[in-house]
Structure formats: structure tokens, C-alpha cells
């Protein structure tokens, strides 16, 4: 069965043999091997068969994508048809702009396989929410934020301030469709706090996961994305609340010290379901 946990997705170039192998090891929700920027035009032919292989021969975590080159390249549409043949079941597809092109890749998928599209394109950020509403085989959105800094010409900020609008619109247009939204990468490997607290940020604005792209980002995206203890606990003093007799027939209480509602109750429960998957 497909899972819906995708923490921790950390892409891999399709070109390099032993992260591959690495990969299978690693405790990330989703690995992604990359046809397309992680890999040189000489090397994506190779990288390509490389992924068939990979997906033919499995022994990942939960879920395996692979990142296609764009259709509108050289080796788009050979990727696409590959992984129909291989069995694929996600196709991470870069720089979607319209909501004809989630149809054309749609098409080209085999049934049941899952699409991520990944917005990375200022074209992509004004058509937002036709994209996500554009349906067929389209299961999430994921931010590209690298290729989004180089064509909005925005500058490093620490808090990622030119992002904010952008990071909110996407979670938006993710929940209004019933889509995974996935944060983007944090390219400073050596980083840990930052990372940390840029996953957390993610996790503040709504995001299902975050894009990595070094095995030692796994652990801090799996902390970010999970329940911490303390929002286990205020859930479980909500669920006791609207248990206790004198919560019976009132939609709204008191819950240290804050109004509660029932739909801080869903929520609670919600969280707690999480909790125990997890
Ligand atoms: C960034 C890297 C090139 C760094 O490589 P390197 O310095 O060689 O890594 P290490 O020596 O620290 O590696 C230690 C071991 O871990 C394995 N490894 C490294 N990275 C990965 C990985 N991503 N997945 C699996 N395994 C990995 C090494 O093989 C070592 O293993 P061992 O031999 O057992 O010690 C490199 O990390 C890398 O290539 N990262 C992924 C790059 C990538 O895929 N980029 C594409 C997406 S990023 C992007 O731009 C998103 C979007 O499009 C946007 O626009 O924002
Ligand atoms: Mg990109």
C-alpha cells in the first residue's frame, strides 16, 4: 500500500551508482532519483537506465520517485516513457508551468502512478491554482526553490523572506485540492541548525515534508514532520476534555488556559493518529 508520509524526501543523482545503493539503507519517507539538474547531458542516457533498474529491482523505503527531464528537452518524453515501462510508481516532473502540461504527463503515466509537480518557475508561481486543480495522475506540489531564487532574482535571507508568500500560496493551493504540499531543499549541508529551523518553518506553514538532498538532512526533516511531545500532549488533554461529562452538549471550553473548539478536537485527534503511525 502507498504511504501518505513523506517527511523526509531526499533526491539522489540517478547517475551516482553508490548513492543508490546508500539510498536503500536510509530512513527518509521518499527517495527521489534525480534525470534531471543532478545529472550532466552526457551522463542522463546511463542515469536513465540506471533508474529503470532501480525501480525494477526496489529494496527502498516506503516510496521511490524518479525526477524526469522536462518534456520539452531532449530526454523528457524517453524518461517518461521509461518509467511507464519500469513500473514507476511516482514521476516527479520539474519547472510545470500549465495545467495542459500535468495532462500530457498524466497521459503518459501507467495507472496508479503517482505525479509531484514541482513549482519552480515565476510562469508557474502566477498559475498556481490551475495547476493544482488540474487533476489526472497529480498527487503533490513541491517547491523548487533553487531554480524560483535564480529566476526571481531573490537574494539569501536567512528567514527566507522573499519565499514567504510563495510557501503559503503553495500549502494553499495543496490543501484546497487535497494535494501533498513539499517544502524545498536547504542547500547548506553543513548546517544543522539551519536546516532545523527551516524545517520547522515548513512544518509552521503547513508543509507535509521537506526536499533534501544529503542523508544527514534525513534525521532533522523526520523531527520537523512528526509530533513533537508537546503537541502530543496538549492533544490527548483535549481529547480528555471533551470526554469529561461536563464538555457534553458545549462546542467550545477551556483548556489550559485557551478556548478549545471542536475542531481543535479533529484536530487533536488527527495529530494523535499521526502520532501512532509514526
Ligand atoms: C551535494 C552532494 C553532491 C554532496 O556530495 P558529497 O560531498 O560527495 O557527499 P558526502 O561525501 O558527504 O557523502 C557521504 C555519503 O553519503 C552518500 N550520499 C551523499 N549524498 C547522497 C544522497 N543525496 N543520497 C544518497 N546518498 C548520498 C555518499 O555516497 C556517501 O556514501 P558513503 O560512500 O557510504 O560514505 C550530494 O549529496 C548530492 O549529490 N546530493 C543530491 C543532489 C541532487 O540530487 N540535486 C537535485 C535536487 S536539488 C534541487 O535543485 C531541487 C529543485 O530542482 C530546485 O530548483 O530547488
Ligand atoms: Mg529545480
Not at 528537452?73 to 521509461?82: C, P, S
Request: aromatic share 4%; charged share 25%; hydrophobic share 50%.
Amino acid at each position: 500500500m502507498r504511504s501518505d508520509r513523506v517527511r523526509s524526501v531526499l533526491y539522489l543523482p540517478a547517475s551516482n551508482a553508490r548513492a543508490i545503493e546508500k539510498a536503500r539503507t536510509l530512513d527518509c519517507d521518499v527517495a527521489v532519483l534525480d534525470l534531471e539538474d543532478a545529472v550532466a547531458p552526457e551522463a542522463k542516457a546511463d542515469a536513465r537506465d540506471a533508474a529503470v533498474a532501480a525501480v525494477r529491482d526496489g529494496g527502498f523505503g516506503p516510496r521511490l520517485g524518479v525526477r524526469i527531464n522536462g518534456l520539452d528537452t531532449d530526454w523528457g518524453l524517453d524518461d517518461l516513457a521509461a518509467m511507464k515501462a519500469a513500473g514507476a510508481t511516482l514521476v516527479v516532473a520539474p519547472k510545470v508551468e500549465t495545467p495542459e502540461a500535468v495532462h500530457a504527463l498524466s497521459a503518459g503515466l501507467a495507472k496508479g502512478c503517482a505525479l509531484w509537480a514541482m513549482i519552480e518557475t515565476p510562469r508557474a508561481l502566477m498559475a498556481l491554482a490551475d495547476i493544482a486543480t488540474a487533476d489526472g495522475a497529480l498527487e503533490g506540489l513541491m517547491l523548487g526553490v533553487n531554480d524560483l531564487a535564480k529566476a526571481l532574482g531573490t537574494g539569501a535571507s536567512p528567514d527566507r523572506e522573499p519565499f514567504k508568500p510563495w510557501l503559503a500560496m503553495l500549502v494553499a493551493a495543496a490543501r484546497a485540492n487535497g494535494l501533498l504540499g513539499i517544502d524545498g531543499v536547504f542547500n547548506r549541508i553543513e548546517d544543522a541548525e539551519g536546516l532545523a529551523a527551516e524545517a520547522l518553518q515548513g512544518r509552521l506553514y503547513g508543509f507535509d515534508g521537506k526536499s533534501l538532498i544529503h542523508p544527514s538532512q534525513i534525521a532533522a526533516a523526520n523531527a520537523a514532520f512528526s509530533p513533537s511531545e508537546a503537541e502530543i500532549a496538549d492533544a490527548r488533554a483535549i481529547v480528555a476534555a471533551f470526554d469529561a461529562p461536563d464538555a457534553e452538549g458545549r462546542g467550545a471550553i477551556r483548556v489550559n488556559g485557551a478556548m478549545v473548539e471542536r475542531l481543535h478536537l479533529e484536530q487533536a485527534k488527527a495529530l494523535l493518529a499521526r502520532a501512532d503511525r509514526a
